[in-house]
């Protein structure tokens, strides 16, 4: 037994030390000088997928970078977006760098670009209604711009243009190859667009948008060259600097293991780039809406305003088509839907009403039109769609008695009984809309209506008890009862300079 005990002790050590050759030899395969990561690197493959990236680099390798001056907040996560607060109608910069490589779109070399700052939504959902909500804005803050240059601090920028119709977009032309810096204010705070006003941490994000274009064939800047934005958060003043402070404390109070999860934060905010903002709709003119995404000082419409000389509210002069009083018709197809609706000045909805013919647009009722357009420009499409005029402030009628030859001194005709004038004939009486309620108002639509030269109107009377001569003045004009009767008679003037307007 103990013979048997030995010969294992024998094997087992035999076994042991042959296992420690062979870790040896396995251990002289790996040393420290039997390979590096840079041999490794050095095969085909490797070079193959190198190459391949840095292609895709150059590639996407973008022609400019603006870089805002304020710091990013160091409470994002990684992987997400940065987020940088502003304080409202704070003047921030915007830095305009050219970061092209050499022969890189020569065609802008030696000339100016064009570039469109935006605020806007950063949530889709009020991207969706954002006409709506910027006009809630407007009705709450008239005069205001949600977006201005501060063009006193900003540097190479030229000719600066505002829209009045896009308070949240300004333009402007720069020079590549000069410094250039735009300085922005944001107006609107985040919490204007909350259903309930929580405080700055809980209001909406927006975000800062930069598309540039070049000039095409025509010498119009609508070829697009690259677009960034940011995400930014705005607070009433001061408010910015309180919120980053309480980011900093939050995450000096994290452990090192939670803030390896955060980003850290930057003095300044680079904006990533991203896709071009889609073209706006624009006003209409000439029958076909502008091609390109550009702002002017002034706009031009084809629909005509009703002339001051109109006598009713829907008047048309000089027989000149009113393109605004044009009412749609249920046959009317869906390119002439659109067609009136840019006419009637709904350019903002010609995308929304796409695929909607006469009979589909007609068919909405004013709470639908209100539920999809806001209150507003709902209420406005349901009366452009009805027809629906402005009631005048007072309407007389009138009633044109025979040429009579007295002079004013003496005693004119009585008109005659049962709506009759003194020759016999029916009385027509046509209709005078009165807006304005004055004198002047009364007689230049007597003249329109009656075909009388305006010029030839000396005064205006009424005749008043035992036949005498009142002059009708604005206040009298003003106590006028509504849908009141009138006949009219004309005299000479004393010198037979023009006429005097006799009203009975």
Not at 123 to 128: A, G, I, M, S, V
Not at 353 to 380: H, Y
Not at 409 to 437: D, F, K, N, R, W
């Amino acid at each position: 037994m103990a013979w048997v005990l030995k010969m294992d002790e024998v094997i087992e050590s035999g076994l042991v030390h042959d296992f420690d050759s062979s870790l040896s030899g396995i251990g002289q395969e790996l040393g420290a000088g039997a390979y590096s990561m840079s041999d490794v690197l050095a095969l085909p493959i490797f070079k193959q997928e190198d190459s391949s990236l840095s292609l895709d680099g150059e590639a996407k390798h973008p022609p400019f970078q603006y870089v805002m001056c304020a710091a990013t907040s160091p409470a994002v996560k990684l992987h997400d977006e940065t987020l940088t607060y502003l304080n409202q109608g704070q003047s921030y910069e915007i830095r305009m760098l050219d970061n092209r490589k050499m022969g890189d779109i020569p065609e802008i070399s030696g000339k100016l670009v064009k570039s469109i700052i935006r605020v806007v939504f950063h949530d889709r959902r009020l991207q969706y209604t954002e006409h709506q909500q910027l006009e809630g804005w407007k009705w709450n803050r008239p005069g205001d711009r949600l977006l201005d240059l501060d063009i006193p601090m900003s540097v190479g920028i030229i000719d600066t243009r505002t829209n009045p119709s896009q308070l949240n977009a300004v333009e402007f032309l720069w020079d590549p190859a000069k410094r250039t810096s735009a300085f922005i204010q944001v107006h609107c705070i985040s919490t204007e667009f909350t259903p309930r006003k929580h405080g700055g941490e809980k209001g909406v994000p927006f975000r800062i948008q930069v598309d540039t274009f070049k000039q095409n064939e025509n010498g119009e800047y609508t070829d697009h060259l690259h677009s960034a934005s940011c995400q930014i958060k705005v607070f009433k003043p001061k408010g910015a600097d309180r919120k980053q402070k309480t980011d900093r404390e939050k995450m000096e109070k994290r452990t090192p293991h939670e803030k390896e999860k955060y980003q850290p934060s930057y003095d300044t905010t680079i904006l990533t780039e991203c896709s071009p903002w889609p073209d706006t709709p624009t006003a209409y003119v000439n029958n076909s809406p502008s091609p390109a995404p550009t702002f002017t000082s002034s706009q031009q419409s084809t629909c005509s305003v009703p002339d001051s000389n109109s006598s009713s509210p829907n008047h048309q002069g000089d027989g000149v088509a009113q393109a605004s009083g044009e009412q749609i018709q249920p046959s009317a197809t869906t390119q002439e839907t659109q067609q009136w609706l840019l006419k009637n000045r709904f350019s903002s909805y010609t995308r929304l009403f796409s695929n909607f013919s006469g009979a589909d647009l007609l068919k909405l009722t004013k709470e639908d039109l209100v539920q999809i357009c806001g209150a507003a420009d709902g209420i406005r499409l349901y009366n452009s769609l009805t027809s629906r005029s402005v009631r005048p402030r007072l309407t007389i009628y009138v009633c044109q008695e025979q040429p009579n030859s007295t002079v004013l001194q003496g005693q004119p005709q009585a008109a005659g009984s049962g709506g009759e004038s003194g020759s016999g004939t029916p009385c027509v009486y046509h209709a005078i809309y009165l807006e304005e309620m004055v004198a002047s108002e009364v007689a230049r639509k007597l003249a329109l209506v009656f075909n009388i030269p305006f010029h030839q109107i000396n005064q205006v009377y009424r005749q008043g008890p035992t036949g005498i001569h009142i002059l009708v003045s604005d206040q009298m004009v003003q106590n006028f009862q509504d849908e009141s009767c009138f006949l009219f008679s004309t005299v000479k003037a004393e010198n037979n300079d023009g006429i005097h307007i006799i009203l009975k």
